[in-house]
C-alpha cells in the first residue's frame, strides 16, 4: 500500500499531520479520528466551529504510534519517500484530512508561514486550490502540492502580499461540488488549516461564490461575483506586461510585433493571455488537451494568425516565446536541448521539473547557457495573488487591482533582469536571492 488515505479509510482515521523543523531536521506526525463517518458537514459553521470536538472518543496517535502503524502497513519507504519531498523544499508540513462518507481528500501542503504571522488574519498562509482525478496516483499529487506550495511563498514574497505560501488540492467527484455537505467540509477543512485559497486548476472560480453566499466561509476568494472579478484576466494581464519587459530587456523594445507565440493552455489565465497577445501583430501556435476549445478560439479571431497544434509539438517548434500556461514540470533536463525559443515565459507554476530550488537553478542554469531567457515564474506570475490579498484584505475594487499591477510587476521583472545581468547570474538565482532571507 502506497496511499496514506487509504491507511485512513482501513483504520477508520479521519487525519494525518506531518510538521518538519527544517533548522533540526526534526519530523512529528499525528494520526488521528477526529469525526464519525455520519457528522453532517451541511451544519458547519452554524452548529459548529472548525475548532469544535466533534466526537466524545477523539483518537489519535504521536509520532512513536504513528510510525508503528505505517510500519506494520508496510509503508515506511513511503513515508520516508514524502519526508525527503518535505526536507528537500524546507516545507512547514502538511495536513491531510479524508471524509469518508463522500470520499474527499483534502491536503493542505504549507511551505512557510514566516510572512504571515503578523498580518493580523485568520489566515496565515495564502495559495490556490486544484482538484485531482480520484485515481491520481496519491504521491504525484503530493508532490505536485509540496512543489506548488513552495512556489507560493517565493511568489507572495515577490508580490508583496504579508502572507506566507500554501497548497491545498483536493480530489472528489465532479457533480458532487454544489452539495451542501461537501460544500461545508470543504470550509470546515480550510478554515481549520488557517488558509486563504482560491479556486486552481479543475475548480470553478463560483466555489468561492458558493462558499460566501452560503456562508461557510470568507476564506475563499477569487469568485466570478466578487467586486474585483475572478483572478484570470488580472494574472494574464501581468504576465503579458513582464513578457513585454524581457523583451525589451533583450532586444532594447517593448513591442511583441511579429513574434511568434507558442503558448500552451487556453485556460482562464492562457486565454486572457491570448487575447492581450493579439492586440500586437503576433502569431500564435496554441496548444490545449481541448482542442476543441483552440478551434473556438481561431474560429472567434479569424482575422489573427492562430494556428492549433499538439502540445508534444509546441515545446519543441521553433518560435520567438515558448509561454506555458497549463500544468507544470514541463521543462526538463531531457528537452532542454531540443528547445527553440528564444524566451520562456507564461503563467504555468512549477514550469521547470525541479523538486527543490537546487534542481531548479540547474535547469535554469541550463537554459541560460543556451542563451534562452527565463525567470522563474513566481516572480512575475504575481497577479493572482495580489487579486486574492486585494479582495481579502483591503475590499479592493478592478481598478485599484489593475493599477497595483501595473506598479508591481513590469517594475519588478526589469530590476531583477537587470540585477542578475550585472551579477552574471540567471533570473531565477537572483529571484531566490532575494527572497530567501524573508522566507526563511
Not at 509540496?146 to 502572507?163: E, V, W
Not at 483572478?231 to 513582464?242: D, E, H, I, M, N
Not at 524566451?343 to 507554476?349: F, K, Q, R
Given at each position: ?71 506494520e502497513a ?69 508532490e505536485?502540492g ?18 506566507g ?57 477569487g ?7 475572478s ?12 513578457m ?39 502569431t ?58 528564444r ?56 481598478e ?21 545581468a ?19
Open positions: 500500500m502506497k496511499c496514506f488515505f487509504e491507511l485512513l479509510d482501513q483504520k477508520g482515521l479521519t487525519s494525518f499531520k506531518i510538521r518538519y523543523n527544517y533548522k533540526t531536521d526534526i519530523f512529528r506526525f499525528e494520526l488521528a479520528k477526529e469525526w464519525e463517518k455520519e457528522t453532517d458537514f451541511s451544519l458547519y459553521p452554524s452548529a459548529f466551529s472548525e475548532r469544535d470536538i466533534l466526537i466524545q472518543n477523539t483518537v489519535s496517535y504521536n509520532t512513536e504510534e504513528c510510525v508503528k502503524i505505517i510500519s508496510e509503508m515506511m519507504e513511503y513515508l520516508q519517500e514524502i519526508m525527503q519531498l518535505i526536507r528537500k523544499g524546507k516545507h512547514s508540513g502538511m495536513e491531510m484530512y479524508y471524509n469518508k462518507k463522500k470520499k474527499i481528500k483534502f491536503v493542505l501542503y504549507e511551505h512557510s508561514t514566516k510572512r504571515g504571522m503578523m498580518n493580523k488574519s485568520q489566515a496565515t498562509v495564502c495559495g490556490g486550490i486544484r482538484r485531482h482525478p480520484q485515481n491520481l496516483i496519491e504521491k504525484e499529487v503530493l505536485d509540496l512543489n506548488l506550495s513552495r512556489a507560493m511563498s517565493f511568489k507572495n514574497y515577490a508580490a508583496g502580499i504579508p502572507f505560501g500554501c497548497k491545498a488540492t483536493v480530489q472528489m467527484e465532479g457533480n458532487e461540488l454544489y452539495d451542501r455537505e461537501t460544500l461545508g467540509f470543504l470550509g470546515f477543512v480550510i478554515d481549520r488549516s488557517r488558509c486563504l485559497v482560491a479556486p486552481d486548476m479543475n475548480l470553478p472560480a463560483m466555489l468561492a461564490d458558493l462558499l460566501k453566499e452560503e456562508r461557510i466561509t470568507m476564506q475563499c476568494v469568485g466570478e461575483n466578487a467586486k474585483i472579478g483572478t484570470g484576466k488580472p494574472t494574464a494581464y501581468g504576465v503579458y506586461l513582464s513585454k519587459e524581457a523583451v525589451y530587456h533583450k532586444e532594447g523594445t517593448k513591442s511583441l510585433q511579429g513574434k511568434t507565440i507558442a503558448l500552451m493552455g487556453l485556460g482562464a489565465v492562457g486565454k486572457n493571455l491570448a487575447e492581450y497577445l493579439l492586440e500586437e501583430d503576433v500564435l501556435y496554441i496548444a490545449d488537451i481541448d482542442e476543441e476549445k483552440v478551434r473556438k478560439f481561431i474560429q472567434n479571431h479569424s482575422q489573427k494568425r492562430i494556428f492549433l497544434t499538439k502540445n508534444e509539438e509546441l515545446i519543441e517548434m521553433k518560435a520567438d516565446i515558448l509561454s506555458l500556461c497549463a500544468a507544470g514540470g514541463i521543462i526538463n533536463e531531457n528537452n532542454i536541448p531540443r528547445l527553440n525559443c524566451y520562456i515565459w507564461g503563467s504555468a507554476n512549477n514550469q521547470l521539473r525541479a523538486a527543490s530550488p537546487d534542481e531548479e537553478l540547474l535547469l535554469a542554469q541550463k537554459l541560460m547557457d543556451r542563451d534562452i531567457l527565463y525567470q522563474a515564474e513566481w516572480w512575475h506570475n504575481t497577479a493572482g495573488v495580489i487579486c486574492m490579498a486585494e479582495e481579502y484584505l483591503y475590499d479592493g475594487s478592478a485599484t487591482l489593475f493599477k497595483k499591477i501595473e506598479r508591481i510587476i513590469p517594475t519588478a521583472t526589469r530590476e531583477n533582469l537587470q540585477e542578475a550585472r551579477l552574471e547570474i540567471t533570473p531565477t538565482a537572483c529571484c531566490y536571492k532575494k527572497s530567501e532571507a524573508a522566507i526563511y
